[in-house]
């Protein structure tokens, strides 16, 4: 990993005017909310939060496959957040993304070959020739048996689908590879393949990696750094093994205790801390801190002043007024 | 003395017949579960956890199953009982709580029309008597202001609230016995703890015992007191969860637990099992996990069968020798 920023976000907010469940009417839901984060060339960055916490959007605002409403993304020292979709094509290749569910996001009426393929040809990567080899050579890097090219997408299991999407991304040789919940349709045993494969393929090409997974086991295993997000917003960041440890953010802190731990060992069970309620409607987000109204230890000050996402030690932010193991 | 089980699961087979030859969904399960005692079945996809439990409560419903084998239920065979003996078991006796809470509710009628229902068909109580109960109930399952939410339609529910809804529905007639088909595989973390939480304190205090599906090992560790694993409509290893756990013997259990990324430490590489489960079309005559076992041997051909000791039994052809052997390599 270098200190190379491959992308800067700062201050990205996207809202989508939806019809509120509580009010009815037509209503502005922030999906997200103001997120600032840097992505450095060579590294993991883990993005973890419950559903509807904003992590899918966020990564399609960073890549650009979805406007942001405001705020600026900076990929490779190029502010892209304003750029024509023609400008923007040239630097698309060079960010690519894997899907959590490799079914729907493979034609099913295409061979899996021509699946791969597909980004070569659109980009004039060379000859049919030189397509093909390449294919080939994609297949073998992610371990699937070149003698399947002409087969469809149906005839693979779930793990060797995925291997199919990861060989597509990996076509054009992108620097970064956004990987929404990659492994959460799999079976565990399966899971570990892929994750293995990701882990040599990022060693052997120098790939930096936004992985985004609610598993919070999946997203230590992978991740140098992690970003915790909550309605939106990242309310801690830090280094993985740190965060793990010390968590700061008493929503981290909630989320670390309930993980059910296989408890193989005779070290002490984390206590848990069962948070009340549900995660409110992001149409209807809540005064001052957005994490107040489920948090164990808020104050009336965390209904009234939103706490900022402070920089409490380099390289570890918390968005809390009251963090924990800051000292 | 062992108090006598309340249910007896001995040699289910579930096949279907389908367009490419017979598919062995369940084949050859057998366990019991004790008075109060919570049962975890876990296995990946396809390893025929639902199958086994729809077929027991005969809700299978296809023309092509063939269901042999026996369960025993209060030491009653239910296995083959016509819909109509079945009704007051299904629901009343025996809750069932299901991965998608919409699986049990409908969604024209409001929540609490549901649970009337249901308390109406299984006890003798006036429509009076069942609305307070079902308010009582859904008090208990933590739904915030219960008076009013009992007129609400499911759609008005978070999730996680909707599976509280269910398992207000299936506590309603004290059950002996809870059926949970991946109660929480659909739900975030935090409201897993929160109905995981609800399930334990609720089994105490209704003395029910709990059949748990999941393919979560986590959610196996934290609930269950004993523990089938399942591999190809097989149980590969039965037994106390803190010895499976903790001293697994069967290999693909020894996979499946190296593969699990854990929250507390973090290694480089994760164990892999390797190649993709076994199709149910296509197991073989001998052991289930043989193509993809690494200690396998020739005798591997044969089925082995559940045996051990201590009540904790596992089906594969390794000597004890041969696993501590394999075991201690592993750890150093
Ligand atoms: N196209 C859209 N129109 C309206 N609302 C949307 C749209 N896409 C997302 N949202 C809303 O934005 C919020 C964030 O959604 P998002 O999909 O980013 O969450 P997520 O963290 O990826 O969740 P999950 O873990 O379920 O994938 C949710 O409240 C969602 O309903
Ligand atoms: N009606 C049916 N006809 C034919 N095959 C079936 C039928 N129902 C289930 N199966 C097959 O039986 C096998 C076992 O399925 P089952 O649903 O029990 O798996 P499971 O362990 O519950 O998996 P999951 O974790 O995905 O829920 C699968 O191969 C499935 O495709
Ligand atoms: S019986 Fe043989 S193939 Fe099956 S798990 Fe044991 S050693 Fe492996
Ligand atoms: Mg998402
Ligand atoms: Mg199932």
Known sequence: MSNEILLKATDVVKTFSTRSKKFGRPHLATAVNGVSLEIRRGETLGIVGESGCGKSTLARCLVQLLP???????????????????????LRRKMQLVFQDPYASLNP????????????RINKFGTEVVIQERVRELFRTVGLDVNSLTRYPHEFSGGQRQRIGIARALALNPSLVVADEPVS??????????LNLMADLQDKFNLTYLFIAHDLGVVRHVSDRVGVMYLGEIVELGDADELYDRPMHPYTEALLSVVPELNDTDAPRRERIILKGDVPDPADRPSGCSFHPR???????CKEVKPALVEIRPGRSVACHYPKNAG | MPESPVLKVSDLKVTFATRQGPLRAVDGL???VAPKEVVGIVGESGSGKSVSMYSMLGLVRDANVTITGSVEFQ????????????????GGEIGMIFQDPMTALTPVYTVGWQIVEQLRTHTTMTKAQARERAIELLSEVGIPDPRKRIDHYPHEFSGGMRQRVVIAMALSCNPKLLIADEPTTALDVTTQAQILDLMVKLQDSYNSSIVIITHDMGVIAEMAHRVVVMYAGRPAEVGPEIDVVRNPRHPYTWGLLGAV???????????TIPGNAVSPLDIPEGCAFADRCEYRMDI?????????????????????????????????
Not at chain 1, 185 to 194: E, F, G, I, R, Y
Not at chain 2, 75 to 90: A, N, T, V, Y
């Open chain 1, 68 to 90: 942001t409403t405001s705020g600026s993304v900076v990929f490779e020292g190029v502010e892209i957040s304003k750029l024509s979709r023609r400008a923007l094509r040239p």
């Open chain 2, 30 to 32: 057998s366990f019991e």
């Open chain 1, 295 to 301: 948090c164990p230890v808020a104050t009336d000050k």
């Open chain 2, 300 to 332: 591997c051909t044969k089925r082995p069968q559940l045996k051990g000791a201590n009540d904790h039994l596992d089906a594969c052809w390794l000597s004890d020798e041969q696993r501590v052997a394999i075991r201690t390599k592993a750890s150093s």
């Open chain 1, 185 to 194: 349709a799999l079976d565990v045993s399966v899971q570990a393949q892929v």
């Open chain 1, 109 to 120: 009426r295409r061979t899996v070959g021509d699946i791969v393929a597909e980004p070569l």
């Open chain 2, 261 to 271: 990324p854990r929250i507390e430490s973090r290694n480089d590489r994760l164990a």
């Open chain 2, 75 to 90: 030491g009653r065979e239910i296995l083959g009982l016509s819909d109509k003996e079945m009704q007051p078991i299904r």
